[in-house]
């Protein structure tokens, strides 16, 4: 219980830290849609799809940012995914089902550990123009992470079916 009493931000850094996170899954979203995108459309339309659900909820931070004359220091127009452009990786489009099998492993780890982020954001809360918001945000990020899990399975169906898996 300490813990969780040590963790008591404002709601300012509250939303200042949403914002980011979300940023962070924004950006990373519209680079799996591109690495996919030669390889395997539907799940390069699927990335797609879950990076304008973040631009949505981006919108509703800052939305709740202005009701409660908050200032979010960061633009998401402007931000570039840096650990999509990894120098170690020999292609950023996905050539093989190893490539893409990796990115959405990556991928559900990443919105599993978003949905816990959220989670305890909106455990630690204390401003109640944030509770609905939060708890919105919570759900949503709990069913992308199930979506995404799905489809990593799913592939790995699909691919074995085709006599693809390696």
Not at 87 to 111: C, K, P, S, T, Y
Not at 113 to 124: E, G, R, T, V
Not at 134 to 139: D, P, Q, S
């Amino acid at each position: 219980m300490a813990s969780e009493t040590a963790l008591n931000f404002l709601p300012q850094d509250q939303l200042t830290l949403a914002y980011s996170q979300e940023a962070q899954e924004l950006c990373r979203y519209r680079s799996l849609a591109l690495c996919f995108l030669t390889f395997d459309t539907p799940i390069s339309q699927l990335m797609n799809a879950i990076g304008i659900e973040c631009e949505h909820r981006l919108n509703n931070l800052k939305e709740v940012a202005a009701q409660m004359a908050f200032e979010l220091p960061l633009n998401s127009s402007k931000l570039i995914d840096i650990s999509a452009i990894n120098q170690n990786i020999r292609h950023f489009f996905v050539v093989d089902e190893n490539r893409g099998r990796q990115l959405l492993i990556d991928a559900e780890e990443a919105a599993k550990a978003s949905s816990m982020i959220f989670s305890k954001l909106l455990k630690i809360n204390a401003a109640p123009e944030l509770r609905q918001l939060l708890t919105t945000f919570v759900k949503q990020k709990k069913s992308e992470y199930r979506v995404l899990k799905e489809c990593r399975e799913q592939w790995k169906l699909a691919l074995h079916d085709l006599g693809r898996a390696s």
